[in-house]
């Protein structure tokens, strides 16, 4: 038996069949390098589709991956073996053997992966043959312990795991790089909220409220905020359509009432403001993505196509998790615990992705589903409205809502009977920092 005999073809042909039916199956295989195929036309044109949709290129047809092979004097002789036709054949027979799921697809990766170790580990070892072989060859444990080592932390499933002194410095210059008129991370707008929490990478950031009591208003002004700090910013909606989004966008930034937005009883001065504000948000770097049923594999492929088509991705907002049978956006709370860690710690830890985002709570001030979220949330606020009796004890410059910080893994958190004050303007999609009440203190 000879290493070359050491493959799964069954396998590359069926990962080589998905990606070019569905190209942002890659996202999902980063650890799977070209070189790692056995068939060198595979290891092409499974670099030629990773690259198309890396571009955010959806359609993968002959002339695609031809154009992205030509790109560089390394990969354009391919194109001579690779040719027009031999990928239009391919693309026929991909119809018919292109896996479905993401589990599936990522079996057939598996199995490539551990063909690719076991050629490259055989090779290693006949290096190390070569070694015992020469009875000159000096140090030969020291060599052969290198020789092993190398192979084997290439395929490891983590990431180098260096000591401790080598990391510090790194992380005191991040802390550092963190640092920012007397806040850590990037500030909300509201200056008493910072005072507990910021937007931090790798950090997941929730305010919950009840049914419509103005969650998805807040997080549309925490994200124009964002723009406005030359922040990129991903906004996942589950609730409006990109269409009514965009008239709440406008609402906000004209300060024109929103029925009189979206019914055109505006002035002439007035539709100057509204295209002011058009032409801002076009140099903003916002995306607005519209999915009325969260599902981890569309959410993490439009994430990774945002970050690599867009230059990265600074704040992911979510609006909002939740769980349901009756047509909410997931349909157990078992999928909710795994939507809202995928966002925790593959998307903000992994990624190095700011996320906040709403969900749900109850009457008595708690979140809803509170054990699939509590336990990944890095700090969850409660947005409520402030009673008839709060208001005219705090008085009326005091707003109309209370933002209270119930959990914070990263700094202070508030007893109960604390809270920020905050007034909504709900005509004009506006939130904002009222004057904060002066609490009494019992003798």
Not at 119 to 138: G, I, P, Q, W
Not at 274 to 279: L, S, V
Not at 324 to 349: P, T
Request: charged share 25%.
């Amino acid at each position: 038996m000879n290493v070359c005999d050491i493959k799964n073809i069954e396998s590359e042909a069926g990962i080589i069949a998905s990606i070019v039916m569905k190209p942002e199956l890659t996202f999902y295989s980063e650890q799977l390098k070209p070189n790692h195929f056995s068939d060198s036309q595979n290891a092409y044109i499974y670099y030629a589709v990773r690259e198309l949709a890396k571009r955010g290129i959806k359609k993968v047809d002959a002339y695609n991956i031809t154009n992205i092979l030509n790109m560089k004097e390394a990969t354009k002789k391919q194109t001579e073996v690779i040719t027009i036709q031999a990928l239009n054949d391919l693309i026929e027979i991909a119809k018919d053997i292109a896996r479905e799921s993401v589990e599936e697809y990522k079996m057939l990766v598996t199995n490539v992966l551990d063909a690719a170790f076991r050629r490259d580990t055989y090779n290693k070892l006949v290096e190390c043959e070569r070694l015992c072989f020469n009875s000159s060859e000096a140090g030969i444990e020291q060599k052969i312990y290198s020789v092993i080592d190398d192979v084997m932390t290439s395929y490891a499933s983590t990431d180098d795991i260096p000591p401790y002194s080598e990391k510090i410095d790194d992380c005191w210059k991040e802390i550092q790089n963190r640092q920012s008129t007397g806040y850590s991370g990037i500030p909300f707008k509201f200056k008493t909220l910072n005072e507990y929490v910021t937007i931090e990478k790798g950090e997941l950031v929730i305010f919950a409220a009840e049914a419509k009591q103005g969650k998805s208003m807040f997080l549309l002004n925490c994200a124009i905020d964002l723009l406005k700090q030359n922040k990129s910013v991903l906004y996942l909606d589950s609730e409006l359509n990109t269409r009514l989004f965009t008239a709440r966008v406008l609402a906000h930034l004209s300060g024109i009432e929103y029925r009189r937005l979206v019914s055109g009883a505006y002035s002439e001065e007035e539709a100057e403001k509204i295209n002011k504000a058009i032409k801002w948000m076009k140099t903003r770097k916002f995306t607005h993505i519209y999915i009325p049923c969260f599902d981890l594999q569309s959410i993490y492929t439009a994430i990774k196509k945002v970050q690599h088509t867009q230059d990265g991705i600074d704040v992911l907002v979510v609006d909002y998790f939740k769980s349901s049978g009756d047509g909410d956006a997931w349909a157990s709370y078992a999928e909710l615990g795994r939507f809202v860690d995928m966002i925790k710690n593959q998307v903000a830890g992994e990624m190095g992705i700011a996320a906040i985002g709403a969900a749900q709570a109850t009457s008595t001030g708690k979140v809803a589903d509170s054990a699939k979220i509590g336990r990944n949330a890095s700090t969850i606020c409660i947005l409520q409205d402030k009673t008839p009796e709060e208001i005219e004890a705090d008085g009326v410059e005091c707003g109309n809502k209370k933002l209270r910080v119930v959990l914070n893994r990263n700094g202070a958190q508030q007893a109960p009977g604390e809270y920020i004050d905050m007034f909504f303007d709900g005509n004009h999609i506006m939130y904002s920092e009222a004057k904060q009440h002066i609490p009494e203190v019992p003798y």
